[in-house]
């Protein structure tokens, strides 16, 4: 199936994730760390750029999206879901804070949980338009009042209906369960390497697996949230994410 985007992360780029008490990933597991870019061929809902928060931390936090910038758009193409509510197309304004709800509002995350509101954003706006066409966001903790603390995750949505999207081998695989104690069980139609990668970044354990179904012991991790990067033998890489609890 061919890849409507790409994306420069630089999770890949240096193994680097901002040491905040969140993380943001694609619904599909992909982290979207800080200047993460998310390339799109195409408009609409094949362009669905899908996101969830997971805390990291020992505690409840706080949390807020800001809509920072716009390029070469003129804001009516804009699809916007974020903390479980959707604003009509054209609804957002660059500047907007969300959630809308007063000027000090937030959304409270619980200790190790991942939102599953399925929010997501798309453009549809586009055709005969300059290129690249631009689309900010970012995330951000806040305090029990509303002022900003911590680090933040910024990343930007394009659409170039200029760019040439290659088809993207990845490894094929099933992980399961994503939320583990004990062992997690992964599945490979192919001998693949793997890193399993904490939310700083570091390199915690590295294997080899080959094709089949292979269980893999969580049981001596510390509890928190995971990257496992597989690898294989051509080099082509699949992201994926646990929770150890």
């Known amino acids: 199936m061919k890849k409507l985007y790409f994306t420069i992360s630089l999770l890949f780029l240096g193994l680097f994730i901002s040491q905040a008490q969140f993380t943001v990933a694609t619904h599909h597991g992909e982290a979207i760390t800080d200047g993460s870019l998310f390339v799109f061929s195409q408009l609409g809902t094949d362009a669905d750029l899908g996101f969830d928060i997971t805390n990291t931390s020992g505690g409840t936090i706080d949390m807020r999206l800001e809509y920072v910038s716009m390029v070469n758009g003129d804001g009516t193409g804009t699809w916007l879901c974020v ?59 806040v ?6 603390i911590g680090d933040s995750i910024t990343f930007t949505y394009r659409y170039d209906g200029t760019a040439a999207v290659e ?79």
């Open 83 to 141: 903390f479980g509510n959707c604003i009509a197309p054209g609804g957002i304004t660059v500047g907007d804070v969300f959630p809308y709800a007063g000027t000090n509002s937030f959304t409270t995350i619980a200790a190790g949980v991942t939102t599953d509101y399925l929010d997501h954003f798309y453009n549809t706006y586009g055709d005969g338009s300059a290129f690249p066409l631009d689309y900010v966001f970012r995330f951000f903790e």
């Open 143 to 148: 305090d029990a009042v509303g002022n900003e």
């Open 167 to 245: 088809d993207e081998n990845e490894v094929s695989f099933s992980l399961f369960p994503t939320l583990a104690t004990d062992f997690v069980n992964l599945t490979v139609t192919e001998n693949v390497s793997a890193q399993l990668i904490n939310t700083q970044g570091q390199i915690i354990k590295q294997y080899k697996f080959e094709a089949g179904t292979n269980k893999i012991d969580v049981s001596m991790l510390s509890k928190q949230l995971y990257y496992v990067l597989l690898t294989n033998e051509l080099g082509h890489r699949s992201l994926s994410k646990i929770i150890i609890k």
